[in-house]
């Protein structure tokens, strides 16, 4: 079993900045490709950003553009997305992912394709 707990959701201005980070905890040893989703209240889970396990590749959502990153440090089992230039359509709930794979380089674009979730942290953007 893989635990990831998120972090660093708040409320901030338009405009403003927030990171946040996901710990993994549990069979950390598994080679896991992560990312980002986020749902707002109504809506359907989209992705935000993902990683592979080595952290070379990535895959940004189009409303990103550029306004966020996401990198990881696996000494410290984390994953993190920092985000600039947060607007009001960016609050929602942002949960991490998950996925186990036996490449190291393999990002998971779909959200069928995790098996763990975090609990979700809430961003809220204030205009």
């Known amino acids: 079993q893989v635990q990831l707990v998120e972090s660093g959701g708040g409320t901030v201005q338009a405009g403003g900045s927030l990171r946040l980070s996901c710990t993994a905890s549990?069979?950390?040893?598994?080679?896991?490709?992560m990312g980002w989703f986020r749902q707002a209240p109504g809506k359907e889970r989209e992705i935000v950003a993902a990683i592979s396990w080595e952290g070379g590749t990535t895959h940004y959502a189009d409303f990103v553009k550029g306004r966020f990153t996401i990198y990881r440090d696996n000494t410290r089992n984390t994953v993190y997305l920092q985000m600039y230039s947060l607007t009001p359509e960016d609050t929602a709930v942002y949960y991490c992912a998950a996925e186990p794979s036996t490449s190291t380089s393999y990002v998971a674009r779909m959200s069928h394709e995790y098996d763990y979730w975090g609990q979700g942290t809430q961003v809220t953007v204030s205009s």
């Open positions: 549990g069979r950390t040893f598994t080679t896991l490709a």
